[in-house]
């Protein structure tokens, strides 16, 4: 798993998350909103073992916007080197 991937995964359990606990707080359903916190959680902690720098390593901050570039050695990060984002030529 690479830092953009995690990202992903760490914005959708994000709102996922939210959106159950939501749900379950709304409608009384106390699985669902112990479901989001899990969901959410899981999405939190799994950012501090897989979103790191590709170049040195330290995990990186993801709070507020993404890092245009690693603030521990300066590694520029690409975020469109994914086949499936990058646009058609
Ligand atoms: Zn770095």
Known sequence: MNYQRSYQIYIFGLVVGVILM????GYGIAWMGAAGIVIFCAALVQTAFFFRCPNCHHTMEFRGRKPSACPHCGQALDWHNNPKERPKQ
Request: aromatic share 24%; charged share 0%.
């Open 22 to 25: 939501l749900i379950g707080y």
